[in-house]
């Protein structure tokens, strides 16, 4: 019967004030929908940086800096003088192997290949009108040994959108992948051939099937498109095949001179970001001029997590305003429903109620509101904070995780019980000599005194 007679009243109480209930109900829900929202993103973000970033496989490539680049010159065939060679990279490999550093590698390599009467590149009003004698050709030909090659390709990441992936397994296939602008602009299709020129001599020429045409996904940092000042360097103009096809062309030779020479360039898989690490200190004296290790798996990994990190520096000053704000409102909330309640409190004692049955009623008003509000918070929370999230974060997935939920679910609870209890104090702290006490009496009276 008490506990009955303590919930009526304090719902009684709330029904008398329906709109100071809605709001502390408003505040809890949307305090405890965007701690939802904002424990998902800080949560993404720290295991996008910690187990994340450590389960990476990291690829590594020894490739010219861009200092050595900016002296680069298309139309000087002397340039292919400063390529990395296969003996410089078995000093590198050995180099890191004497460091107990354990790798997997693949190859890239490619040469400028000229075009034909039949097979024209791209070009642009800023392309240069040097001849394909001083390039080496207007396209540039890059070959894949495998799969693992393509993650590192220096000109973006592609996908496939009219025919298949190359094979890496047909030593016979002889095909090739060429860009839509490329099959654009030659009227070319899936199974069309193409005849492409050797870079040194324009005699000898070379014919592929396009077994694919692609389309490119990514944008590297400094790779450029129809700005590019060679056509060879738009990546429009980029024609990938394998390995096997390029070597079987004669075009992964050591014998080559001028832009005949292959640019290698090995791709070394690591196990971890920490081998990574280790490989970049053991390569490092034993570097050619001009050349550092960098790694497009981390690379492209920290790109990706740039709008994850901005989301979440706006979360963090969000959710700070958010508990401020919200912490105050519920606050105030609270003490305007409990503080003016004098006469009530000392009328219940007055007739009998304990102090601990008016407490227990006061808190039970709170409570009513905050937790109504903390679960509806969290349902909506729950539902929309992985799309809004996702979408904010500009395709970095974010998942909810039940243990997000329980530890917004327990600190939600606990402020609740807090302010609860903030309500219970107020009828601990009256005091029962104010109930033999008149509010209308004058002390400040004589007269009133000697009564």
């Known amino acids: 019967r008490h506990r009955m007679f303590v919930a009526k009243n304090a719902w009684a109480e709330l029904r008398r004030h329906p709109w100071r209930t809605a709001l502390m109900v408003i505040v809890s ?38 200092t050595a680049l900016s002296d680069r010159n298309g139309d000087d065939a002397d340039w292919t003088k400063r390529y990395i060679t296969w003996n410089e990279y078995n000093v590198l490999g050995a180099a890191a192997q004497a460091k107990q550093v354990q790798f997997d590698y693949s190859v890239v390599a490619s040469v400028p290949v000229r075009s034909t009467d039949s097979f024209k590149a791209i070009t642009t009003s800023a392309t240069s009108g040097a001849g394909q004698n001083e390039t080496g050709g207007d396209f540039t030909l890059t070959s894949f040994y495998n799969e693992a090659a393509v993650a590192a390709n220096e000109y973006g990441s592609f996908k496939v959108v009219e025919g298949t992936k190359l094979n890496y397994q047909d030593v016979t296939a ?23 020129g050797n870079p040194a001599n324009a005699k000898t020429t070379y014919t592929f099937t396009v077994g694919g045409i692609y389309t490119y996904t990514s944008t590297p940092q400094g790779v450029q498109g129809d700005d590019a000042q060679f056509a060879k360097d738009n990546r429009n103009n980029v024609i990938y095949t394998s390995y096997y096809d390029f070597a079987a062309s004669g075009l992964d030779t050591t014998e080559g001179s001028g832009w005949a020479v292959p640019d290698i360039n090995i791709v070394f898989t690591l196990a971890n970001p920490q081998a990574y690490e280790q490989f970049k200190s053991a390569l490092k004296p034993d570097l050619p001029e001009g050349f ?30 958010l508990w401020g704000v919200g912490g105050a409102l519920a606050l105030l909330l609270t003490l305007l429903e409990v503080c003016p309640r004098r006469e009530e409190i000392g009328y219940g004692l007055a007739v009998g109620v304990t102090k601990s049955r008016m407490a227990w009623q006061f808190m039970l008003e709170i409570l009513l509101q905050t937790v109504v509000g903390v679960a509806l918070g969290l349902l909506i929370g729950g539902w929309t904070a992985n799309p809004l999230a996702t979408q904010l974060a500009q395709g970095h ?29 107020r009828v601990a702290l009256f005091r029962t000599a104010q109930l033999a006490h008149s509010p209308y009496l004058n002390s400040a009276d004589p007269t009133t005194k000697e009564q």
């Open 174 to 196: 002889r095909d090739v992948l060429i860009s839509q602008e490329l099959a654009k602009k030659n009227n070319l299709k899936v199974g069309s051939t193409i005849t492409i």
């Open 29 to 66: 829900l949307l305090v405890t929908m965007w701690s939802v929202f904002g424990a998902a993103v800080m949560h993404e973000y720290h295991a996008a940086h910690g187990e994340g970033y450590e389960a990476l496989k990291p690829q590594a490539v020894v490739r010219m800096t861009d």
């Open 292 to 321: 550092a290790v960098s790694s497009p798996t981390i690379t492209a990994y920290e790109r990706s997590l740039e709008p994850l990190d901005q989301l979440a520096n706006t979360t963090k000053i969000m959710l700070i305003c």
């Open 397 to 425: 997935t974010i998942a909810m995780h039940g243990g997000v939920l329980w530890n917004v679910t327990w600190i939600a609870l606990l402020a609740c019980l807090l302010l609860a209890i903030i309500a219970g104090v």
